[in-house]
């Protein structure tokens, strides 16, 4: 009996499923191209005028754009000046430091150095490479460190970068970087990237720059591209890094390094060659008739593999993260792949691509991120669109970037002690060496005055303290992950860094 009922049951369940099937609506058609030649002109005419304005706005000193369609190059030009204070001008040719825009490219290296989109999910590692987990080590693959899913922490490592640690250790030290749950959560980890990307050129006994030059800088003919910081700063037509001032003046103040993560944010190149590399992407993998990139292996870098932007509202929709790239879906279903470089040491850099529309576009910038290189890709998609601009996009995507610089920066206003405030001990309470397992030794120094001196890093980084309340001091924090004044506060043979402290690995213990 309970088999015959079983069976009916079964039967049941097929014809309502059978029914519901003949009743339901059906699938929405395959978004078709809507975006007319004609249309593209139109934004192309007005992008020059846009650009304009927008460093007019800003004071962004130089810009650089490619645009892209139909495997044609529609628009190349430069603006603007290479460096404030000289004549020399910025032109399609000028080498720009493209920041985490190296992503894409780098993950593009990568398809074309790997035999089937299968092998995106191998465990590739480096010799000696771990994080905390055993089970995940063991695990991990390219794909989980390309999409930000292998549970490292936001931005993990960025901090011992900014300390001078090199590349070895901080790849070393991410073993001691706590984990959030693998493969369900998303985090934007520049060395997790960086980690994959070089095991990947290891297993093909070569480095990172060399296996990026031959499998996509030199088949692409991307002349003026490199991984290297110095082949960036040795170019004669190179556009310097600038921040703003407080009056509002940009200066070329800084110079950043990226080659520690190289892959993650270490490329360099220029409007042209960016222009080659868009092709590439919306000819899936070949360029002037001729195959770059195995197709599958690219085509697999534009899926999603974890939401990186839950949906903010039930009808909202979720954004996502693939193989180094931005994974959007637009209101009529079309694919958005898009990414985003920033230094704060001074660039930024976008790339926005439709690819059923073959239209792309890439926005090179000389400053330190104020929303200008999204502002103007985002534009020229409106009017492509919708004939004009929707927003004005300039101060929200500002206000983005601000805002994360706001949210870094400490609650506590370090510059103004507490009417209230304790008075400090002697030096000499406070002087001595203090060790930490992640980010080394840290020593503390008193002058002849009893001025304290916190001395960080390998090289080392000096930072005078300025007494705050009690045992706690401050100083202000230098380099790409600057949060302004941070506190170090002293009890009982520690010192804790604030700023360091954020997954509780930044106090250090007195030797």
Excluded: C
């Excluded at 929707?390 to 009417?419: G, M, Q």
């Amino acid at each position: 009996m309970r088999t015959l009922r079983a069976a009916v049951a079964a039967g049941a369940a097929v014809l309502l499923a059978t029914a519901a099937a003949n009743t339901a609506p059906s699938p929405p058609p395959e978004p078709q191209p809507s975006i007319s030649d004609d249309a593209v002109d139109k934004a192309v005419a007005g992008l020059d005028r846009t650009v304009q304005d927008m460093m007019r706005r800003t004071g962004v000193p130089g810009v650089s754009v490619a645009v892209v369609h139909d495997d044609k190059v529609v628009h190349l030009t430069g603006f603007g000046l290479r460096r404030t204070g000289d004549t020399a001008k910025v032109g399609p040719d000028t080498v720009f430091q493209i920041a985490s825009l190296s992503k894409p490219v780098s993950s593009t290296v990568v398809a074309g150095a790997l035999t089937g989109p299968d092998e995106w999910d191998r465990h590739t590692a480096l010799p000696g490479f771990s994080l905390k987990d055993p089970w995940v080590t063991e695990h991990v693959s390219t794909a989980d460190l390309f999409s930000h899913r292998s549970g490292l922490p936001d931005h993990a490592g960025d901090l011992l970068e900014d300390l001078g640690y090199d590349q070895s250790y901080i790849l070393d030290h991410l073993r001691l970087e706590p984990l959030t749950p693998f493969r369900a959560s998303y985090a934007y980890t520049n060395f997790g990237f960086t980690a994959a990307a070089e095991a990947i050129a290891r297993a093909k006994g070569t480095g990172w720059q060399k296996l990026s030059a031959d499998t996509l800088f030199k088949p692409a003919g991307m002349t003026h591209t490199s991984t290297e910081f110095s082949a960036y700063v040795n170019a004669p037509d190179h556009a310097s890094t600038h921040v703003k001032n407080p009056d509002g003046t940009w200066s070329p103040r800084y110079v950043r390094d990226p080659d520690a993560q190289a892959p993650a944010g270490g490329v360099s190149s220029t409007a042209r060659d960016m222009s080659r590399w868009l092709r590439l992407q919306l000819a899936d993998g070949t360029l002037d008739g001729k195959r770059i990139i195995p197709a599958a292996t690219l085509a697999r870098t534009h899926v999603p593999e974890i939401v990186s932007q839950p949906p903010t509202s039930p009808t909202g929709r979720a954004g996502f993260y693939g193989l180094g790239w931005n994974v959007s879906y637009d209101d009529s279903g079309r694919l958005r792949l898009s990414h985003s470089g920033a230094f704060e040491l001074g660039t930024n850099a976008n790339v926005t691509m439709l690819p059923l529309e073959k239209l792309g576009i890439v926005v090179l910038t000389n400053g330190a991120p104020v929303g200008l290189a999204d502002a103007v890709a985002l534009d020229f998609f409106d009017v492509a669109q919708h004939g004009k601009a929707t927003t004005d996009w300039l101060p929200l995507l500002a206000s983005v970037y601000a805002k994360e610089v706001d949210n870094a920066r400490s609650p506590t206003d370090y510059a103004h002690p507490p009417a209230s405030a304790k008075p400090a001990k002697d030096s000499a309470a406070y002087t001595g060496t203090y060790d930490n397992p992640y980010y080394g030794k840290a020593t503390v120094t008193a002058d002849d005055k009893g001025a304290l001196t916190l001395a960080l890093g390998p090289k080392p980084m000096l930072f005078p303290l300025t007494h705050y309340d009690g045992d706690t001091f401050s100083f202000e924090t230098t380099g790409e992950m600057a949060v302004g004044r941070t506190g170090v506060t002293f009890a009982d043979g520690t010192l804790r860094v604030e700023y360091l402290d954020a997954n509780h690995l930044g106090t250090f213990t007195e030797q």
